[in-house]
């Protein structure tokens, strides 16, 4: 008997015994024995999605971007037994017909997965850097894999940060841990990443939905982007584990799970400029890139632009961080913003919340969604005499200069706002107070003309504000009181992203838009949409917008 137990103990797979591969219904179950005393001792685990068969992208990541980082590990699920060409669609593991595969194929495919299994096993041992979920490795199975992973790590570390990339992501380590420790209180319940608000349910493609029966989703952060989770939301998804439901994608799936836990309210939702699907390597404000990348592209940003060059470290990503935490700003009043309603307003309030400086929601409410604001009686927004409005205007922050009771409410000494093509302004105005479920050419023309009678309603009243119309002429946004002018520069929204950081570098400013908050018109539609009625209509009722600021009043058909 003792000599019985002694040849098992020495064939342990959990022990080195190579020549012995486990089964692969196992694989599950000793990966996790070899991690079984093990605890991950650094405050940030970074958990990176990868496929059984990506050795190439893994032995590219230890390669480069992981190299020296020994909290970067790889979480993988178990094989699919079904062919590729036999699956019913490349996200789950069945098959769509019953008849078994020609004998060459279905020898090669069985050697496929043997050598797989071989490969991986000997990685698994060798590396100890990786976890095998126990789920299918097929698309349909991200959420669980997630969810494994999350309560993987809530028993096997110690991280304050859990942080999800994936294989074909280039991160800077060493950056972003100082990112996170530094600017984050992580014992909030808080995610970290590119936070997306009230995305449309698709229920088509390969992203559709099925189960989630909703036609919005709640907040979640975009998984092409990569995102990092306080420990404890880690925590929170490790407990209620079992209880979870896993919906079709593994960003989403996140975003559902919390927005239906108990903490919900508790949450802070950060966005972050310093993670992005769609940037190269070049730029060190970016901490986490993808998406897409080969190995050689991570070889070549590591090589260029990694934190490590010839082992000295270089961490310039905070010089450039534009993070979303509350802040208290030290600008001098030299330059205040005047928003007009859908014309980028909430972008250029988020940049500015960034980088310290109260702009629009921040200026008159200290708070706006998705940003932190600066504190406020220290920013440049101190510099206003009375933002105290003569008549009631909602909302506030997107009143017109005559709305308020000081003939020049900025005393600061330059004024800005950002004007609009009124066909786009329209469209937008459209997109945000109309249910995505409602986008269509049709609503979008009976919306155009109930614009076009406020307005001209609006003007019949020789512009009272006692009854203002959803969109006002933008040109009437601009005169204060007395009827002069308030603003001293205007940016076209066209040119936006370009030109506002080139305008704010004139007074010392440092602040950058992200393109996603200035994309608010509908997907599948466009000006063209609109009927040469409520063509002719909107070219009437914005007339003075149309000549004053050099917009065409008619749609090229």
């Known amino acids: 008997m003792l000599r019985r137990l002694c040849l098992l103990l020495l064939c342990a797979p959990w022990l080195g015994c190579s020549h012995e591969r486990p089964r692969t219904t196992d694989e599950a179950a000793w990966t996790q024995l070899l991690w079984r005393n093990v605890q991950v001792s650094s405050d940030v685990l970074i958990l990176v999605l990868s496929r059984r068969g990506d050795f190439v992208a893994r032995q590219t990541i230890r390669n480069t971007w992981a190299k020296g980082h020994a909290n970067v590990l790889f979480v993988l699920g178990t094989e699919c037994a079904v062919a590729p060409e036999r699956r019913i669609s490349e996200r789950i593991c069945a098959s769509a017909v019953k008849t078994p595969l020609p004998k060459e194929r279905q020898q090669n495919w069985l050697r496929w997965r043997q050598r797989v299994r071989k490969q991986l096993w000997l990685e698994a041992q060798t590396l100890r850097d990786v976890i095998v979920a126990p789920t299918v490795d097929t698309y349909a199975s991200l959420p669980t894999k997630l969810r494994f992973a999350l309560r993987w790590a809530s028993r096997h570390s110690g991280a304050k940060w859990v942080v999800k990339a994936d294989d074909d992501h280039f991160v800077r380590v060493a950056s972003l841990e100082r990112h996170l420790r530094r600017k984050f209180d992580a014992s909030e ?87 992005s699907n769609r940037q190269g390597c070049k730029s060190h404000q970016f901490l986490i890139i993808g998406h897409n990348f080969t190995s050689k592209d991570l070889r070549r940003c590591y090589e260029h632009y990694g934190d490590e060059i010839q082992g000295n470290h270089i961490v310039r990503a905070d010089r450039d961080d534009v993070e979303t935490q509350p802040s208290r700003a030290t600008l001098s009043p030299i330059l205040d913003f005047l928003p007009i309603p859908f014309c980028g307003g909430d972008a250029v309030s988020k940049a500015g919340a960034r980088r310290g400086v109260a702009w629009g929601a921040c200026h008159h409410l200290g708070k706006l969604d998705g940003v932190s604001c600066p504190l406020l009686g220290s920013s440049n927004s101190s510099a206003v005499a009375d933002l105290g409005l003569s008549t009631p205007f909602l909302p506030e922050w997107e009143a017109p200069l005559r709305a308020y009771k000081s003939s020049k409410p900025f005393r600061t000494a330059a004024l800005f706002t950002v004007l609009r093509d009124p066909f786009q302004r ?132």
């Not at 050419?441 to 919306?447: Q, R, V, Y």
């Open 189 to 275: 319940m808080a995610v970290v990443g590119k936070i997306m608000r009230e995305d449309e349910v698709l229920r088509k493609g390969r992203y559709k939905e099925t189960v989630y029966n909703r036609s919005v989703y709640p907040n979640f952060p975009l998984g092409s982007c990569g995102y990092a989770l306080s420990r404890p939301l880690v925590e929170v998804i490790a407990k209620r584990f079992e209880g979870l439901t896993d919906y079709g994608g593994e960003d989403t799936s996140l975003g559902i799970w919390l927005d239906e836990a108990y903490i919900r309210p508790h949450i802070r939702w950060i966005d972050t400029l310093t993670m």
């Open 426 to 557: 329209v469209l937008a105005a459209f997109g945000a107070v109309v249910s995505p479920r409602d986008h269509d050419a049709l609503n979008l023309n009976i919306f155009a003309l109930r614009v076009c009678d406020q307005v001209q309603r609006f003007a019949r009243q020789e512009g009272r504000l006692s009854s203002t119309p959803l969109l006002l002429p933008q040109h009437y946004h601009l005169l204060s009181a007395n009827g002069e002018k308030g603003t001293t520069h205007e940016i076209r929204f066209e040119k936006l992203l370009d030109d506002m950081p080139r305008f704010a570098r004139r007074f010392g400013l440092q602040v950058e838009l992200v393109a996603e908050e200035l994309e608010d018109t509908p997907r599948h539609l466009s000006v063209q949409d609109l009927s040469e009625e409520a063509e002719d209509c909107l070219r009437d009722a914005f007339r003075m917008d149309f000549s004053a600021f050099g917009y065409s009043d008619s749609l090229a058909r």
